[in-house]
């Protein structure tokens, strides 16, 4: 199975907004703030009570959405999706929201994570006659929620939401409602907001910042909320176990405006910078952080070290993030094109160069190149979070062992191949610390499956029976 996942991971943002006159236009501004999440396709569909209509494409929110497309999606709700699609899970028709038609009702759905038994499902299913449109793993839930068995629709979202495995974040809009949900483990954010008597869901708080929307509560782990013309309700589709919040959110994904289950990431990074200074003492004459990411804990480490901050990096922000490229030969492409040094910055400097993580290879060992080009000294390349050295399979792009430089060499194998004269990663302990997910003194809440190897979910390895670790 694990094979097979690789072609539907996903690191997506979803956006929903009920009862608004201007449903689309919020959409369109609540996506473009979540474009950090996925720049590949994006998609809106909105309801005006009595049929589902949308547009979706291949690219950015800017670019798929003119003020024209955005005039003909009339309606009071609406939801929205930004993708990143892996190897095999690209195409027009993976864009979401999807959109399904029939003569009982219409049905659309968007989803942030990645299902771990879709593949299974999608068999099974196909086995009893369902005729499948995409490849991505969200089809799966339309799939069961069409086929279930029960009267009510949201008593066939519950029992389709009770056969799905893995990390989800899922919008459902009918013409007459939007269902929100999120995995028992709560593994990827989620959040209720307002407009005046409007409700809002968003994969980051950020979003709410940009549509004027205040702030109510996080999604619970396990939860469907059910919004209409009446309200809101809730209800547990099932309980809350192992809560899991995925580190990488703080560490790399979200937006630093952003507040995951009532922690700032610029402040959890700030704190992962202090960290890595207490824990790694480097004589030196800057620092400087990779943007856009590394900012922040760039200047944690500067503050807490007393070793001046600098920009000794200069992002053109008409590039996208080069971990979110799809090939090896655009990520290549990517950092030459996204990063300048300032060579007044670093030139006859020992440099600090901290960095949130190292996934591949590919960027550090470009990043170390072009600071010792401009004139660096020395390159002591700092990390924010310990080594990568295992596959995620709940919807990042890093679904092998193989493509993980830390799999498959020491720190100081790694250190030789990017160049760097210093390599130190932060350790799980201070990382778990720093960003402070912590409860009664234990490492729980938080899952660190790529680093430590134990999953919070069951994993079933292609040629074995015997299960991957789990929490």
């Known amino acids: 199975m694990l094979a097979e996942i690789k072609g539907l991971n996903e690191e997506c943002g979803i956006f929903g907004v009920w009862g608004h006159p201007e449903a689309s236009q919020i959409t369109y501004y609540g996506l473009h703030s979540l474009q950090h999440r996925g720049q590949e396709g994006t998609g809106i569909v909105v309801t005006d009570g009595v049929k589902l209509k949308g547009k979706k494409g291949e690219g950015l929110v800017s670019e798929i959405f003119t003020s024209e497309a955005i005039q003909e999606l009339e309606g009071n709700a609406a939801i929205g999706h930004v993708r990143y699609a892996t190897a095999g899970g690209g195409g027009y028709e993976n864009v979401q929201p999807l959109l399904f038609n029939s003569q009982s009702g219409s049905l659309s759905l968007c989803h942030n994570g990645n299902l771990i038994n879709a593949t299974a499902l999608r068999s099974q299913l196909e086995a009893q006659g369902s005729i499948f449109q995409t490849s ?239 004139g660096a000294t020395e390159v002591h390349v700092l990390i924010s979070s310990p080594p990568i050295k295992n596959p995620c399979f709940y919807g990042i792009d890093t679904s092998t062992k193989e493509e993980l430089i830390a799999a498959n060499h020491s720190v100081e194998e790694i250190r030789e191949l990017i160049g760097a004269d210093t390599l130190t990663f932060l350790s799980v302990e201070g990382m778990v610390e720093a960003i402070g997910r912590k409860e009664d003194g234990e490492t729980r809440g938080s899952c660190l499956a790529c680093f430590t190897g134990k999953y919070p979910t069951e994993i079933y390895p292609v040629s074995s029976e015997e299960k991957v670790p789990t929490v």
């Open 136 to 374: 991505s793993d969200t089809e799966v839930l339309a799939h069961l929620i069409k086929r279930g068995g029960f009267s009510s629709f949201k008593d066939r979202v519950k029992n389709a939401l009770s056969m799905v495995k893995g990390a989800y974040a899922f919008l459902i809009m009918t013409e007459t409602e939007l269902m929100v949900a999120l995995d028992p483990n709560g593994m990827r954010p989620l959040s209720l907001g307002k407009i005046g008597d409007a409700y809002v869901v968003a994969s980051e708080t950020c979003a709410f910042d940009i549509v004027g929307a205040e702030f109510v509560r996080d999604v619970l782990p396990g939860e469907l909320l059910i919004i209409d013309d009446q309200g809101f309700r809730s209800e547990m589709f099932a309980f809350a176990s192992n809560i899991a919040m995925c580190t990488m959110e703080y560490i790399y994904f979200s937006r630093p405006d952003s507040n995951i289950n009532g922690i700032n990431v610029h402040t959890a990074r700030k704190n992962l910078g202090k960290q890595l200074a207490f824990e790694v003492p480097v004589e030196a004459d800057v620092v400087t952080g990779v943007p856009d990411s590394s900012i922040s804990v760039a200047i944690g480490y500067a503050e807490a070290s007393g070793i001046p901050y600098e920009m000794g990096l200069i992002k053109n922000k008409y590039v996208g993030r080069t971990f979110i490229q799809p090939s090896q030969s655009l990520r290549e492409q990517g950092v030459k094109m996204k990063l300048s040094p300032v060579r007044g910055v670093v030139e006859g400097k020992r440099v600090i160069m901290v960095d949130d993580s190292i996934v591949r290879g590919t960027t550090s060992r470009r990043i170390v190149s072009m600071l010792k080009e401009a």
